[in-house]
């Protein structure tokens, strides 16, 4: 009796421990749903800068760590980064907002398996939205958090609302500066005014497009005192680009430099850089879809 009892009590706890561990498993899976990718958004003060080449850079060099990257067009005026990948879209961002196509269905696929959403010219029929069109938009971006990493929005330069709403929205902000007076004043144009509206944004420069690196970390700290001084606020140094012909080159056969030339200076920036923000970024973000519902609903408003 005294043995069966000690069977049938061992049965009972194998069988609890199971249904615990289904409980756990079953846990532990929702967890991972919840989990969903960073939101970077990458802008600078004014054109010229090279920010959409450091984003599809970056993208590459993300991916070449296994992390699965979606990129953005987000310039709505300019569209370029699908010309600056040799890529020909048939569909945009407009088909998904006003005809019958599903996000998923204009996802052009890049190179090193990063994933373009191309944007449209002149979607200045946004405010015409209705709320099923702007229910749907959050739907579909949601759908995207299962199988990403990094959410890269590339941004119009300058500072129009549209762009502003980008950067407040996103999880984190990379301003691009260049060595140019004129691209560092708009810099802290553009920092100033994030500031002014989220003082507690989190803020990354980077200066593209220079000679050495102490270049990099004088222009970063010219700046980074005058926003201590005049904002309060501190941004980080995320890092530089060398200044590389072989950035012209890739660009004028329309691939990528940390592609077509890997062992380029240029592109050793790249991959250092994507390996600080991948480290950087290591923790899971939770996902909400109000960060989607933030990020698309108030934009198209």
């Not at 606020?233 to 012909?245: N, Q």
Request: a neutral charge.
């Amino acid at each position: 009796m005294l043995v069966k009892g000690s069977e049938n009590q061992a049965r009972e706890q194998a069988s609890h421990s199971r249904r615990a561990s289904e409980s756990e498993s079953s846990d532990s899976s929702v967890k991972a749903k919840a989990v969903g990718p960073k939101i970077l958004a990458v802008t600078s003060g004014k054109g010229g800068v090279g920010k959409t080449n450091i984003v599809a850079n970056l993208a590459f060099s993300l991916s070449e760590l296994g992390k699965k990257v979606v990129i953005l067009d987000a310039d709505f005026g300019l569209a370029n980064i699908d010309v600056l990948l040799g890529l020909t879209p048939r569909f945009h961002l407009g088909h998904v907002l006003f005809g019958n196509k599903a996000l998923s269905e204009i996802i052009v696929q890049g190179p090193k398996g990063i994933r373009i959403i191309p944007a449209s010219s002149g979607l200045q029929r946004l405010s015409e939205l209705t709320s099923e069109q702007k229910n749907f938009l959050v739907s579909s971006f949601s759908r995207l958090d299962s199988d990403t990493d990094f959410f890269l929005i590339d941004t119009a330069a300058g500072i129009s609302r549209n762009v502003i709403h980008f950067l407040l929205s996103a999880h984190e902000v990379i301003v691009v500066s260049a060595p140019e007076p004129t691209a560092i004043v708009d810099a802290y144009a553009v920092i100033k005014i994030i500031l002014a509206e989220d003082h507690n944004k989190p803020i990354h420069l980077l200066i593209n497009s220079v000679e050495r690196a102490e270049e990099a970390q004088r222009i970063f700290c010219q700046i980074n005192s005058v926003v201590k001084r005049f904002l309060g606020r501190e941004v980080a140094y995320l890092g530089h680009v060398s200044r590389d012909p072989h950035i012209l080159q890739a660009v004028r056969n329309q691939v990528l430099v940390t592609s077509k030339f890997p062992n380029a200076p240029a592109s050793s920036c790249f991959r250092e850089l994507a390996a600080y923000i991948a480290k950087e970024n290591n923790s899971p973000v939770t996902k909400d879809v109000l960060v989607w519902d933030k990020l698309l609903t108030d934009w198209v408003n």
